[in-house]
Every structure is written in C-alpha cells, then in structure tokens.
C-alpha cells in the first residue's frame, strides 16, 4: 500500500514539474525559492478574526501580517494607523471585500464594472444582492468614459460604488482612475465608492516611475493585490488594504475567539503572511523594481517576435500581458494559456524568460507555417 502511495505521489510530482515548465497562459510567478520556511508546515499556524487582535488561539503569524500590512501601505500612501487590512486567500476574496465594503457605505447604492471586470466582480453582486451596471469597454480592455458617465448620468440618484481594473485579466489594461473621478465629480455624484482591482498590477505600478498614480492620496476606498500572482508563493493568497475608519461600519465582537470578526473567512491560513514577509524582507523595493523591469522588457520582445511572424498581438502600456491571435487548441493545451473568443495570452511572468519566448514563437511559427502549407 505503502509503496502505490509513493508511486502515485512521484507520478503527481513529475506531472507538476513538467507543466511548470510549459506554463505561459496565467499571471503567476513560478520562480522562487521557500525552502527555508518548510518547517513551518509541521504547525497549525492559523490568524484567527482582526489581524490587529490578538485572538485567543496563540498558533498564528499575526506579527508577521502586521509587517506585510504595514509595507502596502507605505507602497499605496496611507499611515499606518489611517489604514486597515488583512491577508486574503487571494484577489477574489479581496476584491469581495471592496465590493462588501462599498455596499456597508452605501446600501442602496449601484456597481459599475466593466466588460473586462474579472469574474468575481459580477460574482459579488450577485452574492452581495447589489444591482449592477456593466459597462462597455474600449478595444483594448480600458473601461469606456463615455458610457460610464452615460450610465451615471442615468442612475445619478443613486451612489455608486465602482470597481475599477488595475490590469484587466485578459488585456492588462489599466483604467484611469483620475477621470473616473473626475466623471464623478462632473456629474454631481457626491456619495461614491472606489474599489481597485490590482490583482497583478498592484505590485508592478508603485515600482515604475512614470505610471499612473493609483494610491490611497485619492479617494479610493480599497485596494486588492494578490500574493501568488507577480510575488509568487506555493499558496494562492493576497492582501486587501482599506481605510480603517471604514472597518467600523462592519466590525463585530466575537467573544469565542475573544478577537473582532472583521474578514470575510473566519480562520484564515497564517503560513500565508509568512511567504509574503519572506518575499517582502529578502527581495525589498530594489529587488521587486528590477523584476518588474525586466517582465516588461521580456514582454515588449514576446509582442516584438509575434509580430515578426506576422502575428496579430496588443500590448497595453505598463503591461505584461501580451494579447494574440488564437492559436490551435494542441499549442493553447501544451502552454497552458489564458483564451477568450478568437484571442489569447501570455502573461510574461519572472519564469517566463526570452528563451522560453523563443520556444513558444517557434511553436507558433511552425503552426502557421503548417496552416499555410
């Protein structure tokens, strides 16, 4: 019995190692290193309740939390003691909490999202009971202005709480938070709500010089940011960062775990912070800002080598995300990608290197070739 075990777990090993090697479609960072926090995982570390409480169950990474909160908000502008979050199972659970948020602040209000919105953001409404407004989207993924203050000026009696793309999922576009609010502002919507959905943008922008300002010194209400995505860890996970006067309005006391319920999860995984702080603590800012350099370099060649074999492709500005044409389904099987209609993608990650490019355009190269034969 023992030995079927052994061979079955080898035979799921050698599966994971090999697709890693071939994945190119998902926006997750499969290289790093966590050796040295493996023996964390012979102990139930779990947070239990408000990352700021102690709770009653001692077994918990809650310093740790503490530390990687504590970074995000200096990256997004916002002191420590004006800011509140917690870390999440990853970008859904934070983008349910901004969403969750918006309608405690405003009951009756309305959410805005666009077409390109990721899943969960219409998985929200519908959770959450709130009415919704989808929003066209530009061609390349950006949220339309112009509908958007159309829809506004339609529902103007009511608040509006929206969700705004910091990298769309299939597009990495970036919607523009200063004439969001500047729409707000000229169509007299004074009660509002912002959410940002930076799953994986929200730890590539703060480290580029000259991309949009996407911070708490505006008025945005929160911010989700997944761990597992542009950080990388062997566990999906996340932070979501808000305003702690906000906090309030949904806080309760829960004596039994002697701490406040203020997450959406009740026990919530603490080796999960743990990663984070790792990450955080020995790549820092420099370390970060030179990854996101070169994803972008890496990036700008993949769309430079699809259009070379007359590949039709987008890339965004401030972008990893290079859009294409779809390929057969035997090539979007063998890496793994991201596709919607006639489209497909590569999020070009810190694994994913000019050498691999270089074997996926071979492959696409041959397939066209063979189309055309």
Not at 9 to 26: D, E, I, P, R, W
Not at 143 to 148: A, G, M, P, V
Request: hydrophobic letters at 40%; proline letters at 5%; charged letters at 20%.
């Amino acid at each position: 019995m023992a030995s079927v075990i052994f061979q079955e777990l080898a035979a799921l090993l050698n599966h994971v190692k090999q697709q890693t090697s071939l994945h190119a479609g998902y926006p997750f960072n499969l290289n790093y290193d966590y050796k040295q926090l493996l023996k964390f995982f012979d102990y139930s570390v779990i947070n239990l309740g408000d990352p700021f409480i102690d709770s009653n169950y001692k077994v918990d990474s809650k310093k740790f939390e503490k530390e990687v909160l504590s970074f995000f908000a200096e990256l997004y502008k916002i002191s420590p003691e004006d800011s509140w979050g917690y870390v999440t199972s990853g970008g859904t659970e934070g983008n349910l909490y901004g969403i969750f948020l918006g309608r405690e602040c405003y009951p009756d209000g309305l959410l805005y999202f666009s077409e390109d919105s990721h899943y969960s953001i219409p998985k929200a409404a519908r959770l959450f009971r709130i009415p919704s407004v989808v929003v066209r989207s530009q061609k390349n993924g950006e949220i339309d202005y112009e509908h958007l203050a159309e829809m506004l000026q339609k529902n103007c009696h009511l608040p509006a709480i929206i969700n705004l793309n910091i990298g769309t999922t299939m597009k990495g576009a970036i919607d523009d938070l200063d004439r969001v609010v500047d729409t707000l502002e000229k169509n007299h919507i004074q009660n509002y709500y912002i959410h940002c959905d930076a799953a994986l943008f929200g730890m590539m922008l703060p480290f580029l010089a000259d991309s949009p300002q996407i911070d708490f010194t505006k008025p945005i209400g929160s911010v989700a940011i997944s761990g597992h995505k542009f950080i990388g860890t062997p566990i999906p996970c996340g932070i979501v960062l808000s305003r702690n006067y906000l906090i309030k309005k949904i806080e309760t006391n829960i004596e039994y775990i002697a701490s406040k319920d203020t997450t959406i999860l009740g026990s919530r995984n603490g080796q999960a912070p743990i990663f984070l702080w790792y990450a955080l603590r020995t790549r820092g800012y420099q370390g970060f800002a030179q990854e996101v350099k070169v994803c972008l370099q890496n990036a700008q060649y993949l769309f430079e080598q699809l259009k070379s074999i007359g590949c039709s492709c987008l890339l965004n500005p401030f972008s990893n995300t290079v859009l294409f044409q779809r390929p057969p389904e035997p090539l979007v099987e063998k890496w793994q990608l991201s596709t919607m209609e006639n489209w497909a993608h590569i999020v070009v990650m810190q694994n994913i290197t000019q050498e691999t490019i270089d074997t996926f355009v071979n492959d696409f190269r041959g397939v066209l070739l063979s189309n055309c034969a």
